[in-house]
């Protein structure tokens, strides 16, 4: 822990103590990083798995119980100004920050014959939008010239279709272009860039039906949950990946398609 003395990471989407996001951040509290993480609790209330308004102030002082510093803020990622306001405040509370994990995402349910032009923004506003901004401006800020980190979460969009999830599709599928493009610019500043799709999930939105749909596509016979992609991402910021760069890592347990 030591080593880690005033490492500060960003994780944006950590609304929901069951969600990836949540389980980042206590991975990564664990391993000694000081966490900084934003939450938009009017998507996640009006999404069919909900959440309580409670949950981040739960998730804080979980985190501080880990004894590392622990800063939030809730955020609306779509608004321009939002890469901002997020890091003029994370360097007021914390620092300079040393990893951003861009886990925030916009996903709602249509295809050809449903899909307007409000949905698609909307997806297009965060999924890849804030995650690209966000990373611009993490790397401008980035002073340090080496450690930097950014990771991506994606789905595994180029793994096979989704049919259903057309915007969520098609927007998640451009994380992938930004990082490997990305990963190219960044390496000069010392910052490593990497995407993970962590496969089919248990976030909460799984009913026992849709598991039992799933389950037969895991060789290992579990559904994937979100500590199992925390895990990966604790590695993928850690000293260990530094000649880790640009990368689209499916750490998704032979999830078969």
């Given at each position: 822990m030591n080593q880690l003395q005033n490492k500060i990471a960003i994780v944006t989407g950590a609304s929901r103590l069951q969600g990836i996001g949540a389980a980042i951040?206590?991975?990564?509290?664990?391993?000694?990083?000081?966490?900084?993480?934003?939450?938009?609790?009017?998507?996640?209330?009006?999404?069919?798995?909900?959440?309580?308004?409670?949950?981040?102030?739960?998730?804080?002082?979980?985190?501080?119980?880990?004894?590392?510093?622990?800063?939030?803020?809730?955020?609306?990622?779509?608004?321009?100004?939002?890469?901002?306001?997020?890091?003029?405040?994370?360097?007021?509370?914390?620092?300079?920050?040393?990893i951003l994990i861009n886990n925030a995402a916009y996903s709602t349910n249509n295809d050809y014959s449903s899909i307007t032009a409000e949905e698609l923004d909307k997806h297009y506003m965060i999924n890849i939008r804030a995650t690209t901004l966000l990373s611009s401006k993490f790397a401008k800020n980035f002073k340090k010239k080496t450690g930097g980190r950014i990771i991506n979460l994606t789905s595994g969009q180029f793994q096979g279709p989704m049919?259903?999830?057309?915007?969520?599709?098609?927007?998640?599928?451009?994380?992938?272009?930004?990082?490997?493009?990305?990963?190219?610019?960044?390496?000069?500043?010392?910052?490593t860039v990497n995407a993970i799709n962590p496969g089919p999930t248990n976030t909460g939105w799984m009913t026992e039906e849709i598991k039992s749909e799933l389950i037969n596509k895991f060789p290992f016979g579990r559904i994937g949950e979100p500590i199992d992609v925390a895990k990966a991402i604790k590695f993928l910021v850690s000293d260990d990946a530094s000649w880790i760069t640009g990368q689209i890592i499916h750490s998704e347990g032979g999830f078969k398609r």
């Open positions: 951040l206590r991975e990564l509290a664990d391993a000694g990083y000081d966490i900084f993480f934003t939450y938009w609790t009017e998507y996640d209330k009006k999404m069919p798995w909900s959440m309580n308004i409670e949950e981040p102030v739960k998730l804080k002082e979980e985190l501080l119980k880990k004894g590392v510093k622990v800063s939030c803020m809730e955020l609306d990622l779509s608004h321009p100004n939002a890469p901002e306001q997020l890091f003029m405040r994370i360097e007021e509370d914390l620092g300079q920050p040393d049919p259903g999830e057309l915007a969520y599709a098609t927007t998640k599928g451009a994380v992938d272009a930004l990082t490997i493009t990305m990963a190219a610019e960044l390496a000069p500043l010392g910052i």
